[in-house]
């Protein structure tokens, strides 16, 4: 295939699909799958799954195999449960790694296409543009100042400019200057690039570095859980042989080896009360399935613990073009020092890219058109050599030879080009009033200028040794979406203060923060004052300045680290190469999916795939719905373990024969049964309270539990405790025969309650009916509702109830326990009445 015919058509899909046949993915390794019966012994060996067969193989020792069997049946149920929980989690992060995976545009089938880029093969042509990181090793056939860094290579940190295959000079070098290699990044321009070698064949894959992910560290959430559950389990161990040995003592009639065995027993139910196993499953589940919610919102998450720092973020740094503004640039107003805009239009379309990927240069080109200057006038000439866009210079510059002269068309920051122009007082006061006026309507304001040469050599080596004619001034609008407004607002409302740091002009900047709201959008930093300051300066003029026009990319991480010193919370927007430290270093980092690149969306926490700000106010206003969702389960479970675990205490302590115990290793299991789903499943679908939008943000060195959340649970599990204990007891009436009746009125009790307080602990504000109205239409909430409650009564009328040790209820007991089951959590809902009235009446 002729290099035209690559240029125009690329592989076709046939092709593609031959090449990968042969040469495979392009990866460097393979994807390792988690062993299925690895990850089921991993989850039996959790301290309650080796206590619950620890029971099951005593009642086997006991002689009582019925009951050991029951036990391993339930014991078989509740790892099922973990399983297919930990199935579904890492099936979901799986779909949000394939939703991340880096991407490439090819040229397949004469059409521009989005691939992942372990699909591309050799023979492909890959189109290469700033901020990407080129992933296979390939010929350069068409380029536009491609500048590329491969110190990952290499190791020399300087850029390298790349030139063709056919501009190529012979060298004896090993790096090619007309060849890209997987691994680096584009820096500045961009290349059609013929893909040579994937995978192990390139050099990145030859150097054998490794690539696998580095071991996760725990999250200060986890932390927490992880110490909870030890500090549980201690205590656990403790009571465990406090309980023990209480048990021997009770029943000096049993024989030695029977009173052993039902001392362990005994201590074993109490254990298993204590273990609030629960915690670890909850955060993995609340987070991955939180992520995926997210990331059907526009919002993926590359990190999940970042999840439960989103409802922490106390600043958000964003940047104006694109998130805040719709990154559809129009010229709106030029002006000519002479009067000839129509020439100064010109100059505009020879200063732009041939080939251009920027909105601006865009905006002009089109402009260009509309006056009837096409691309066809514009670019007709010779381009002799170019000078290229830095953000040192802020300017660039390209050199035609156009109708018959040479030509220098320059644009770029005004007040930077103005020094190269020979202007006079008068001149430079004009020129300055025009760039204020267009600022002030909110305009972004470019300047163009112009030189002609006699001949190619007196060509500058630099765009600073130009001297420049001034044609004039462009001002381009582009204009705020339309939600911003409301969305800053909402922010405002929830503490979230919002700083919009941009390259454009300090009044432009100012005109559009006034127009979306931004508070104190009269005060600018710009970047030539930060880099006057120093750190502690700059840590306290970020205490009420929220606009930084100016500013490039090296800017933003001295921003950050201020706003951070001042003990904020700091998510940080960006797209470019040089954000990925920012955004890195930001407490959450928000790459733009659309324009990012993709070295930024490496760098992200949190991918955002419409560039939209709306969508993060709405990932925070989700982050916080995650986070309180989590806490309302942790605090759901400390309550429900309270009944358990004291009842477990209590019993041996009053005496009561271990055959009578109102709760059995066997129920403890029951019961898990019933916690877990309610829990994960239940309180993770709960929507955002109703004012989650209008409160500061969390401290995020806050306990997981609070002393205020600790309270309410621990005085909700003590109703719990004393309405299931109490009509245990009064049943039981000192007489272990009427064991089975008064564990099921006991157990009955507790079952009902825990539906209904997960009902009350929905919401911290709502009232309990107000929270099932919500989730009226939620099949899943009202299936683990009639699923428990079919559960109980399966328990109780079918034969399973004498493998369980139950005795049936009558209906007036049935609908006794169920009252007093409902009232032992229902108290709450006075409470919350209580703190309506006192807010009302503040």
Same mark, same amino acid.
């Given at each position: ?22 040469? @495979? ?77 880096? $991407?490439?545009? !090819? ?10 880029? %372990? ?20 010929? /350069? ?66 150097? @054998? ?63 298993? %009360? ?92 089109? $402009? ?12 007709? @000439? ?8 830095t953000n040192d210079l802020k300017m660039m510059g390209h050199v035609w030879r156009h109708e018959g002269e ?46 002609k040469l006699s001949s190619e050599e007196e060509i500058p080596k630099s765009i600073t040794d130009c001297k ?14 339309? #939600? ?36 104190? #959008? ?159 499943? !239940? ?36 109703? !719990? ?73 399966? /328990?109780?009328?079918?034969p399973l109830r004498v493998y369980l040790k139950f005795a049936p209820l009558s209906a007036g007991q049935f ?28």
């Open positions: 295939m002729t290099e035209q015919k690559i240029l125009e058509q690329g592989l076709t899909s046939a092709q593609a699909k031959k090449q990968q046949e042969k040469f @495979g993915k392009n990866e460097l390794t393979t994807k390792k799958k988690e062993n299925f019966f690895r990850k089921a012994l991993h989850i039996i060996s959790e301290p309650m799954f080796l206590l619950l067969i620890a029971a099951a193989v005593i009642y086997f020792l006991l002689g009582e195999p019925r009951d050991g069997a029951v036990m391993l049946i339930f014991v078989v149920g509740m790892i099922s449960i973990d399983v297919i929980q930990a199935w579904k989690t890492d099936k979901t992060l799986n779909a949000l790694k394939d939703l991340s995976a880096p $991407h490439i545009t !090819v040229l397949r089938d004469g059409k521009e296409q989005r691939i992942a880029s %372990a699909d591309l093969v050799p023979g492909d042509l890959m189109l290469i543009v700033e901020g990407v990181k080129i992933p296979a090793d390939g010929e /350069i056939l068409k380029c536009s100042d491609l500048c590329v860094e491969e110190s990952s290579l290499t190791g020399e940190a300087e850029g390298v400019w790349k030139t063709t295959v056919q501009e190529a000079e012979l060298s004896s070098d090993y790096w090619r200057k007309d060849y890209c290699y997987a691994g680096t990044l584009v820096t500045q321009g961009s290349a059609f690039v013929l893909v040579d070698k994937i995978g192990t064949q390139t050099e990145y894959g030859k150097i @054998g570095r490794d690539i696998a992910e580095a071991p996760e560290t725990p999250s200060p959430l986890q932390k927490q859980t992880g110490k909870l559950v030890k500090l549980c389990a201690g205590i656990a161990a403790v009571l465990f042989l406090l309980v023990g040995i209480l048990t021997y003592i009770n029943i000096p009639d049993h024989p030695f080896k029977d009173r052993m065995i039902e001392s362990i027993l005994s201590g074993i139910t109490l254990a298993m %009360a204590m273990i609030p196993e629960e915690f670890p499953v909850i955060l993995t589940v609340f987070l991955s399935m939180g992520a995926w919610r997210l990331a059907k919102k526009n919002s993926l998450v590359r990190k999940l613990p970042s999840v439960e720092t989103l409802g922490a973020v106390s600043v958000l740094c964003v940047d104006k073009t694109g998130t805040i503004t719709m990154n559809q640039m129009t010229v709106q107003d030029t002006w000519a020092p002479n009067g000839d805009t129509d020439s100064l239009s010109e100059v505009m379309g020879l200063g732009c890219e041939t080939e251009t990927y920027d909105p601006m240069e865009k905006a002009m080109l089109a $402009h260009c058109e509309k006056l009837g200057i096409g691309r066809d006038h514009l670019f007709s @000439g010779e381009l002799l050599t170019e000078y290229a866009f040479i030509l220098i068309a320059a644009k770029g920051s005004p007040e930077r080009l103005m020094t190269l122009c020979g202007l006079t007082d008068e001149q430079r006061q004009r020129t300055e009033e025009k760039i204020r006026e267009m600022s002030e309507k909110g305009l972004r304001v470019i300047g163009v200028g112009m030189m420049l004619t001034l044609c004039g001034l462009v001002g381009l609008a582009d204009p705020p979406r339309e #939600s911003v407004k409301e969305d800053i607002a909402n922010c405002t409302r929830a503490g979230v203060r919002v700083v919009m740091i941009t390259g454009d002009n300090g009044r432009t900047a100012g005109a559009i923060a006034k127009q979306i709201g931004i508070p104190d #959008s009269g005060r600018v930093i710009t970047g030539d004052e930060l880099d006057q300051m120093d750190d502690d300066e700059l840590r306290e003029r970020v205490k009420d300045v929220s606009i930084f026009s100016r500013v490039v990319p090296e800017h933003k991480m001295r921003i950050v680290k201020a706003f951070q010193a001042n003990g904020e919370v700091v998510a940080m927007t960006g797209d470019g190469v040089n954000d990925a430290p920012a955004l890195k270093y930001a407490d959450i980092g928000i790459a733009m999916g659309k324009r990012g690149s993709e070295v930024s969306r490496e760098a992200a926490d949190l991918i955002l795939m419409d560039d939209n700000f709306s969508t993060i106010v709405d990932t925070i206003r989700d982050g916080r719905r995650i986070y309180d969702n989590i806490r309302k389960a942790m605090g759901y479970v400390f309550t429900i373990h309270i009944p358990i675990a004291l009842a477990s205490l209590l019993a041996p302590l009053l005496g009561i024969s271990p055959s009578a115990l109102f709760l059995l290793p066997l129920h403890i299991v029951l019961l898990e049964l019933v916690i877990d789903p309610t829990c994960s499943i !239940v309180l993770e679908r709960q929507p955002a309270e109703r004012a989650i939008m209008e409160r500061a943000p969390r401290d995020p060195e806050e306990k997981l539990l609070t002393p205020q959340i600790l309270l309410k649970s621990t005085l909700q599990g003590l109703a !719990v405790f004393a309405a299931s204990f109490g009509i245990y007891l009064s049943y039981m009436a000192g007489n272990p025969q009427n064991a089975p009746l008064a564990r099921a009125m006991g157990l009955t009790v507790i079952l009902l309650a825990n539906l209904f307080l997960v009902q009350v602990n929905s919401s911290h504000y709502d009232f309990a009916f107000q929270s099932i109205k919500k989730l009226a239409n939620d099949r899943i909430m009202w299936t683990v509702f009639f699923g428990t409650i079919a559960g109980l009564l399966l /328990i109780l009328y079918s609908f006794t326990a169920a009252g007093i089951g409902i009232l032992s959590v229902f108290w709450y809902e006075l409470v919350k009445f209580v703190m309506h009235f006192r807010k009302q009446y503040k």
